[in-house]
Structure formats: C-alpha cells, structure tokens
Nanobody
Framework: QLQLVESGGGLVQPGGSLRLSCVASGSIFSIYDMGWYRQAPGKQRELVTVTTSDGRTNYADSAKGRFTISRDNAKNTVYLQMNSLKPEDTAVYYC??????????????WGQGTQVTVSS
C-alpha cells in the first residue's frame, strides 16, 4: 500500500522557521513531481511549491524567498524549509507525489496533512 507520511508541523511564532518532511513508501517504481500544498480554514487548497525529478522547482508567489523545497530521491522524501513564517501561513500542509507503483498506472497520491500554526 502506498503511503505519504508528513511530519514536522507545529506551532511557531511569527518570523520563525519549520521544516516539513514527507516520505513516500510502498512498492514505488518511479517518482516524478513531488510538491506541497496547503489549505487554510475556509479556503481552497493551494499550491505552495513543486519539484520535478530532475530538480526543477516552482513556487507560489507567497512562498518565494521564504520557502525552499528539496528532495532526496534515494529516500523518496521531499522537504519544505519554511523561514520567516507569517500568521497567514497557518494552514494544513499536504504533500503530494506523482508516481508509478509496481504494477500500477501513474497516479498522484496525497499525504494526510500536517498542521502549521503561526501565532504569537
């Protein structure tokens, strides 16, 4: 069974930093794009950042200059380093991965989400 497990969320003061991790496991053949999305209360889920298998990245304007996505292909893991956090960054952060599992078609999978709260 395919799993994406996020970790690293929590409560942080404005201006602080957090590092999120997401590990994919379960008969994975190949991972293409990996990304982070977020959903604040009462709002739609939105893209934060995505990275391709060859290391290209794309960021939402709100994340540029403050957030950095990286991945370790050997560990099937994607990270999100978040600096200079603001109260408006408060949301549930979801990881996703576009991948092939052994014996299955290419598909996009989602993690269960991790809460990030920025508050003094």
């Amino acid at each position: 069974q395919l799993q994406l497990v996020e970790s690293g969320g929590g409560l942080v003061q404005p201006g602080g930093s957090l590092r999120l991790s997401c590990v994919a496991s379960g008969s994975i053949f190949s991972i293409y794009d990996m990304g982070w999305y977020r959903q604040a209360p009462g709002k739609q889920r939105e893209l934060v950042t995505v990275t391709t298998s060859d290391g290209r990245t794309n960021y939402a304007d709100s994340a540029k200059g403050r957030f950095t996505i990286s991945r370790d292909n050997a560990k099937n893991t994607v990270y999100l380093q978040m600096n200079s956090l603001k109260p408006e960054d408060t949301a549930v952060y979801y990881c996703n991965a576009d991948l092939n599992r052994v014996g299955y078609k290419r598909y996009t999978y989602w993690g269960q989400g991790t809460q990030v709260t920025v508050s003094s």
